[in-house]
T-cell receptor, first 112, second 111 residues
Framework: KAGVTQTPRYLIKTRGQQVTLSCSPI?????VSWYQQTPGQGLQFLFE???????NKGNFPGRFSGRQFSNSRSEMNVSTLELGDSALYLC???????????FGDGTRLSIL | LAKTTQPISMDSYEGQEVNITCSHN???????ITWYQQFPSQGPRFIIQ???TKVTNEVASLFIPADRKSSTLSLPRVSLSDTAVYYC????????????FGTGTRLKVLA
């Protein structure tokens, strides 16, 4: 069974731009969660989607948004990028119970 | 909201048993505790999960005391390839899920 796939693996943007990251969950998983990982703040929960609906949300500003499609694939969008948004963005999927979560290898976003 | 803390780093030798503890306050009785392993440039990899007493699988054991204010991941007979960062994840279940990662423990296994 294929694991969680995230694209692209690396991305470089400049301040003020916006970016969209993609995540394909494990087949059969309907829950997709997004996390931000930085050296200073560690792993922080952004939001979770289940059956195309946002089921839970962390404490990030509205510039961070997401969506989920009918095939459970998910995208995360960050608008008006700031230098502090440089991070590894991780996607995780799980079955209907929401756990355990299985992670992709992330998208490393660098803001110049 | 639960807060989870772990030792920043640990050193061990090959073949030894390693125990990594995660402290979590304000955890409800129906919360799961999950442990992950992370290598550089990779996402966290699931190790083990439980919410009370002891759980064991082919790679690790998880001990959760009755007061559930901490949990301990036990890795038997570590090898050099176990050098990684280990995270605990507390899942709060109050109708919806909230996921809170620990601060991470950098384990270095020495030959």
């Amino acid at each position: 069974k294929a694991g969680v796939t995230q694209t692209p693996r690396y991305l470089i943007k400049t301040r003020g731009q916006q970016v969209t990251l993609s995540c394909s969950p494990i087949s059969g998983h309907r829950s997709v969660s997004w996390y931000q990982q930085t050296p200073g703040q560690g792993l922080q929960f952004l939001f979770e989607y289940f059956s195309e609906t946002q089921r839970n949300k962390g404490n990030f500003p509205g510039r961070f948004s997401g969506r989920q499609f009918s095939n459970s694939r998910s995208e995360m969008n960050v608008s008006t990028l700031e230098l502090g948004d440089s991070a590894l963005y991780l996607c995780a999927s799980s079955d209907d119970r929401g756990q355990p979560q299985h992670f992709g290898d992330g998208t490393r976003l660098s803001i110049l | 909201l639960a807060k989870t803390t772990q030792p920043i780093s640990m050193d061990s030798y090959e073949g030894q048993e390693v125990n990594i503890t995660c402290s979590h306050n304000n955890i409800a009785t129906n919360d799961y505790i999950t442990w992950y392993q992370q290598f550089p440039s990779q996402g966290p990899r699931f190790i083990i999960q439980g919410y009370k007493t002891k759980v064991t699988n082919e790679v690790a054991s998880l001990f959760i005391p009755a007061d559930r204010k901490s949990s301990t991941l036990s890795l038997p007979r570590v090898s050099l390839s176990d050098t990684a960062v280990y995270y605990c994840l507390v899942v709060l279940n109050s109708g919806t899920y909230k996921y809170i990662f620990g601060t991470g423990t950098r384990l270095k296994v020495l030959a």
